[in-house]
Each structure stands twice: as C-alpha cells, then as structure tokens.
C-alpha cells in the first residue's frame, strides 16, 4: 500500500506539473501574439444516451474601459456528428462598487455538416449571490434533407437561474426552462436542474437533469469545464466555506466568464419519427 500510495502520488505530481507547464506555454503564447484574449476553455458534456459534446471556447476583449467592455466569444464544438461554430459580440458593464455584471450579446450560430444556421440574443446579469441568463434564438436556415430526414432550425427560448449554495461560495444551483418551435415538431417545455462546483481556480464539474416532452424519462448529464488562459489569478485561493450564507463581494473577476447559453442548434426532426434534437 505505501508503494501504491507513493506511485500515485508520483503521477498527480507529475500531471499536475505537466498541466501547469502546458498552461504556462498557451499564456505565454497569447500574451506575446494575442493580447487582447481573456479566455480559452475546454468543455466537455457527457451524457447517458449519447455521444460527448467536445467544445472549445475563446473570448476576445475588443475594447478595455473601466467599467464596461465589448467581447467576442467565439467556439468550435463536436456533438451528434456534427461540427457547430459560434461567434458573438458581447457587452458587458459593471457597477460601481464592481459587485454586479449586466450585459448582453447577440450570437451567430452555423452547423457545418447541414448548413443549418441560428441568429440569438441574450441578457445576462452575475452576481456572488445570483446570476440570471435569457436567451431568445431564430433559425435562418430553410428546412433541409440530412441523413434521409427533414429537418429545421428551431426557434426558442430559455431562461436560467443560478443561487449560490449557502455558505460555500464555490457551488451554484441552476434551473433553466426552455422552448422550441418549428413547423416540423415543438419541444413545449423543458427544463435543466443542475449543480455547479468550482474546486478551483481552472477547473469546474456542473452535473444535472433534464426532461422535455421528447424524452421517455430524465436525462442525467456531467460536463467538465478546463480553463487553459488567460485572465486567471491562480494564486487566488478558493473560499469553501464562509461565516455568512449570502453576501455581495466584488467579482470583476468573472468578468470574462463566457456566456452561458445554448451553442448546438435545435432542430425539428421528421423521419420515421418525430423528435427534437440539440439541447
């Protein structure tokens, strides 16, 4: 057992120091070729009844005043077979006192492999007790033949809560209700609870439920979220518990946070059988 215990003490080591080298290269890298970049990301969903949904995620500060800023997010991901890129244009402020972001966004979404193609926008507002994200998307694309089915880009629309857990600042709850039409088939509702932890400064687990009127009972799901560059204090510790339940800190750090919304584009599907695919 101690040589087991000392084996696998060696390999966290060594991973450890292999990540943090990995990470010390990509800043360095930005910092020297990009410098207006805040964030890469890694994210990762994986669920009971598919195939992971691999994405990578960047944003870009396009202006730098005091309190407030134009963003461009951008991301490539992987989910179903099918290849999704999304570019947007965000604007973010914040107070004063720097306890309270507010901004919004507006989103250009393309599915490569059908063509499909999406137009969103959205409001979103962070705090150290709450945060809150709506999110409203039209389908641009006419229907289309994929794989001997017709489909169409979706219409909808979402709108997501989080809370803080009471005295432990690293883990948030959220419940988001969702909508999708199209010609083809509507989702009428559905709904996501999940709970969100952050352990430390680049990594964070979120592990929820989801149920709509396609689904013959919950779906489970687990993404994994690894920030790569480049806005990160990493000597910063990670509060885990604090005398008090709820209380508004300055958060200027979440500041380039990306944007929580909907990347995968919904779609009405009609073949053999009617179902709604993407969310």
Not at 60 to 70: A, H, N
Not at 85 to 99: A, C, D, H, P, Y
Not at 160 to 181: H, N, Q, S
Not at 228 to 254: G, M
Request: charged fraction near 25%; include cysteine; aromatic fraction near 12%.
């Amino acid at each position: 057992m101690p040589i087991i215990g000392l084996a696998g003490g060696v390999v966290k080591k060594s991973v450890n120091q292999g990540l943090g080298f990995a990470n010390s290269a990509i800043e360095s890298w930005a910092y020297q070729n990009v410098p207006q970049l805040r964030m890469i990301e890694i994210d990762s969903r994986l669920r009971n009844d598919s195939k992971p949904d691999v994405r990578v995620i960047g944003l870009i500060e396009l202006t730098d005043r005091e309190y407030e800023s134009y963003l461009s997010q951008f991301s490539f991901s992987t989910f179903d077979d099918r290849e999704t890129f999304n570019i947007g244009l965000v604007w973010r402020g914040i107070n004063k006192n720097k306890t309270l972001i507010y901004g919004v966004n507006v989103f250009y979404d393309r599915e490569f492999n059908s063509n499909h193609s999406r137009l969103g926008v959205g409001f979103e507002t962070k705090s150290s007790v709450y945060d809150l994200n709506i999110n409203f998307y039209a389908g641009l694309s006419d229907k289309k033949e994929v794989d001997g089915s017709i489909e169409e880009a979706a219409d909808g629309h979402d709108i997501e809560v989080g809370l803080y857990v009471p005295y432990m600042p690293w883990a948030k709850i959220y419940y988001k209700g969702y909508r999708w039409d199209s010609s083809i088939y509507d989702i009428v509702h559905g709904e996501v609870l999940s709970l969100h932890m952050q352990p430390s400064n680049r990594f964070s687990i979120e592990a929820g439920l989801q149920n709509d009127n396609t689904m013959d009972s919950d779906r489970q799901f687990i993404k994994l979220n690894y920030i790569l560059c480049c806005n990160i204090d990493t000597n910063k510790p990670i509060v885990f518990v604090t005398p008090y339940a709820y209380s508004y800190e300055v958060i200027e750090n979440r500041f380039f946070e990306r944007v929580r919304r909907e990347n995968n584009i919904v779609k009405g599907v009609k073949g053999a059988v009617v179902v709604g695919r993407g969310t």
